[in-house]
């Protein structure tokens, strides 16, 4: 199985700044036939189901606001929010889905303000 | 618009069985594979089981192997999932989530059902 870690566990950030979350995967992600990184990143808000922000490595989700974010290769990825907003508080996971049908998260990292 | 609402959840004792259910709507049922991914209480996402489009085709953690089965109905646009045997450490939120073929991310969520197995 892939096994994905994140950091940091949590970070508080000031409203307005960037905030950057880092993924890394045991094996590879990407497919070398298509060039593509299987690794999504999901946001979870307190009392909410998860939303998908960016598949692909690095591509937005309709609707997703452009302060959002993803980048890296391989087994590394960052997701960045370039300028924090209140409603960004919540928790962040990122997901491979290279290895079906296991599709293994990361623990989630706590975005707060400061 | 998409929708995924989960139902059946509720407070059952260890070794006994529930039925969850996920009602779809708003998009073509039959096209889509279908997952389960429960959270536990404060705790990360964990992916429980598929099923391809057409139901032909199911997968399960390790965890509820033996135990869980998932099933459709694409007539009816519903997901299920039978679990058996149930222990404490299953007790979690339940979600359904909508996949595209093999290897997509959830783009779409539902609300969640709440199971908790305790005596």
């Known amino acids: 199985d892939i096994v994905m870690t994140q950091s940091p566990d949590s970070l508080a950030v000031s409203l307005g700044e960037r905030a950057t979350i880092n993924c890394k995967s045991s094996?590879?992600?990407?497919?070398?036939?298509?060039?593509?990184?299987?690794l999504a990143w999901y946001q979870q808000k307190p009392g909410q189901p998860p939303k998908l922000l960016i598949y692909?490595?690095?591509t937005r989700e309709s609707g997703v606001p452009d302060r959002f974010s993803g980048s890296g290769s391989g087994t590394d990825f960052t997701l960045t929010i370039s300028s924090l907003q209140a409603e960004d508080v919540a928790v962040y996971y990122c997901q491979q889905y290279y290895s079906t049908p296991l599709f293994t998260f990361g623990p989630g990292t706590k975005v707060d303000i400061k | 618009e998409v929708q995924l609402v989960e139902s059946g959840g509720g407070l059952v004792q260890p070794g006994g069985s529930l039925r969850l259910s996920c009602a779809a709507s708003?998009?073509?049922?039959?096209?889509?594979?279908m997952h389960w991914v429960r959270q536990a209480p404060g705790k990360g996402l964990v992916w429980v089981s598929r099923i391809n489009s057409d139901g032909s085709s199911t997968s399960y953690a390790d965890s509820v192997k033996g135990r869980f089965t998932i099933s459709r109905d694409n007539a009816k646009n519903t997901l299920y999932l039978q679990m058996n045997s149930l222990r404490a450490e299953d007790t979690a939120v339940y979600y359904c989530?909508?996949?595209?073929?093999?290897?997509?991310?959830?783009?779409?969520w539902g609300q969640g059902t709440l199971v908790t197995v305790s005596s």
């Open positions: 692909w490595a690095s």
């Open positions: 989530a909508r996949g595209g073929a093999a290897r997509t991310p959830y783009d779409y």
């Open positions: 708003g998009f073509t049922f039959s096209s889509y594979w």
């Open positions: 094996q590879s992600v990407l497919y070398s036939s298509n060039n593509k990184n299987y």
